[in-house]
């Protein structure tokens, strides 16, 4: 188990940007794949991105390919969500969550993932 900590959500309007960070307990986090979910008020939690244990291999929802970026920072125990020309669809608590899978895929979702942060609220107005 990790523990993770969310921060850098916020209100931000249309088009704007906001970068997330994950930072984790432990001296083992190099080990684990992490990745980023989010939900939306009355909506099932959602895949956003991963990124394996080195940080040589990323996916993301088609929604948001081309806007967010995911990456981490292992000497840190950090990984971060760059989110660019954010959109009002993309306002939902945001997860960190990290994983034992050696190899991440397309398509994980929360059964692939051990370990949550507490989430982080990002609000794109229009």
């Known amino acids: 188990q990790v523990r993770l900590v969310e921060s850098g959500g916020g209100l931000v309007q249309a088009g704007g940007s906001l970068r997330l960070s994950c930072a984790a307990s432990?001296?083992?986090?190099?080990?684990?794949?992490m990745g980023w979910f989010r939900q939306a008020p009355g909506k099932e939690r959602e895949f956003v991105a991963t990124?394996?244990?080195?940080?040589?291999?990323?996916y993301y929802v088609d929604s948001v390919k081309g806007r967010f970026t995911i990456s981490r920072d292992n000497a840190k125990n950090t990984v971060y969500l760059q989110m660019n020309s954010l959109k009002p669809e993309d306002t939902a608590v945001y997860y960190c969550a990290a994983s034992s899978l050696l190899r991440v895929r397309p398509g994980l979702g929360p059964g692939d993932f051990g370990s949550w942060g507490q989430g982080t609220q990002v609000t794109v107005s229009s």
């Open positions: 432990g001296r083992t986090f190099s080990s684990y794949a």
């Open positions: 990124i394996n244990w080195s940080g040589a291999n990323t």
